[in-house]
């Protein structure tokens, strides 16, 4: 009787320790668990989208339907030409195409990010810049008109000076739409562009004026490709394999990606 | 009462790393929850190996850096930690106390619902919640809320200090006997 009165006493406590000693195991495994779960999770969805986009049906699709927010994959992009905006060799074996809306902070970052990689790699012809509007209208009221002058830089001075006044603009836009919108003309004369035909050019509707549609085409572009926020880039292979990088991740993350991508042959 | 609660939970290191581990697994997840698609074709890209792959992992927790406004990565570390010693305080309970938390439990479950709804770029499209909106055709929605979507991560943080408070009211109040 006294024994089993010990017997009931200990129990508890012996069952308590019992447990503890589960406990951090359990723990370690349930956080790993969620982890991988998310991650697994969108590779399955992700390579379901790749395969999805590689059938027939999935091109004839991409031509008619209209993209729904957060349901692209980055193999549904639209292929680089010689209309797109590019700096660097236009064969580099690799080639980083950026989906980009001038006001977001960002994008804002990120560019110099990109600045500093094709200082590096840009040099030797390996890496290539894509550059895309990706005008988040609800958030940044002013991006769209934005994206209309970069476009209006490159009908009058061509690629060079889309590029010069695209840095230009990032250099003085505060971000946020915060960008006082009659600077738009100030900066063309900056970087040597004619001030009145540049007036003429940017004239027109806030949704892009006479590059409405090319813009438009951009932004839904982005979208197919997996674009959800800006900046959203896509980095492509020697082999046609996609790395899609969301947000203005670190030099370092992104350099990690392009260096990988030129092994891939 | 909290702190009491605290330190008697975190006087035993296991619950101090059961804390560190789960305030980091929702820390890199919150990080990553953006790139999910990317980190999925590092995983089967034979392309990198496993040391290329944990590296790249490493790399990408630097966006909290140059991916976050300073107001967004206080939410996202606050939150994380809060999470971690809720996770701590509610496995303490059901060991030492053998119940399970119910009310506690829902609030944390909430709590981190709600901050991963709110998770993403308040100035560049929030991830899951712009996501879910845009499926009900509302992403305009989100233009109407002030902080655009960080509201969420704040109603978190709340909801995981009610969630503390709670499970420390709970793990002192079974030390005394309740008046009959």
Excluded at chain 1, 9 to 28: A, D, Y
Excluded at chain 1, 112 to 120: D, F, N, Y
Excluded at chain 1, 205 to 213: E, L, N, S
Aim: proline fraction near 4%; glycine fraction near 8%; aromatic fraction near 10%.
């Amino acid at each position: 009787m006294e024994q089993f009165q010990n017997f009931e006493n200990e129990s508890p406590q012996s069952q308590t320790q019992s447990r503890g000693k589960w406990l951090l195991p359990v723990s370690i495994l349930v956080a790993g668990v969620m982890i991988a779960g998310a991650v697994v999770y969108s590779t399955g969805r992700n390579a379901l989208q790749q395969e999805t986009a590689s059938s027939g049906k999935a091109s004839a699709q991409r031509e008619s339907a209209p993209p729904t927010f957060g349901s692209g994959s980055a193999e549904n992009i639209k292929p680089i030409t010689a209309s797109d905006h590019i700096l660097g060799n236009p064969e580099a074996s690799v080639k980083v195409v950026e989906f980009a809306d001038t006001e977001c902070p960002f994008c804002k970052r990120f560019h110099l990010t990109m600045q500093q990689l094709i200082q590096e790699y840009g040099r030797n012809g390996q890496v290539a810049w894509v550059y895309r509007h990706f005008p988040l209208d609800q958030i940044h009221s002013k991006a769209r008109k934005e994206a209309q002058a970069t476009e209006c830089a490159n009908e009058l001075g061509g690629n060079a000076k889309f590029w010069e006044y695209t840095d230009r603009l990032y250099e003085i836009t505060p971000s946020n739409n915060n960008l006082d919108l009659s600077l738009l003309p100030q900066i063309a004369k900056e970087v040597g562009l004619d001030a009145t035909k540049f007036q003429t050019c940017i004239s027109g509707d806030d949704r892009g004026g006479k590059y409405a549609d090319h813009i438009e085409e951009d932004y839904q572009d982005a979208v197919r490709s997996g674009g959800t926020g800006t900046p959203y880039s896509v980095v492509i292979a020697p082999n046609g394999q996609k790395f899609p990088i969301t947000g203005a991740q670190p030099y370092s993350a992104v350099k990690q990606i392009i260096d990988t991508a030129l092994t891939l042959k | 009462m909290v702190l009491r609660t605290l330190k008697e939970v975190f006087r035993n290191y296991r619950y101090v790393l059961i804390a560190l581990i789960f305030a980091f697994a929702i820390f890199a997840f919150s990080l990553w929850l953006r790139n999910l698609p990317l980190l999925g074709n590092i995983i089967s890209s034979p392309a990198f190996n496993l040391l290329g792959k944990l590296t790249l992992f490493v790399k990408l927790l630097g966006g909290i850096t140059t991916n976050a406004t300073p107001f967004s990565a206080t939410l996202i570390i606050a939150m994380s930690t809060l999470f971690g010693v809720n996770v701590s305080l509610i496995l303490y309970y059901l060991v030492k106390r053998r119940g399970v938390p119910v009310k506690e439990g829902v609030g944390a479950a909430g709590a981190l619902s709600s901050g991963l709804l709110g998770v993403g770029c308040a100035s560049c499209g929030s991830f899951l919640l712009g996501s879910i909106l845009a499926s009900f055709g509302a992403s305009g929605l989100i233009t109407l809320l002030p902080l655009q979507g960080e509201e969420f991560s704040i109603l978190a943080i709340i909801l995981l200090g009610l969630s503390i408070y709670w499970i420390s009211k709970s793990i002192q109040s079974d030390k005394v006997c309740a008046i009959q």
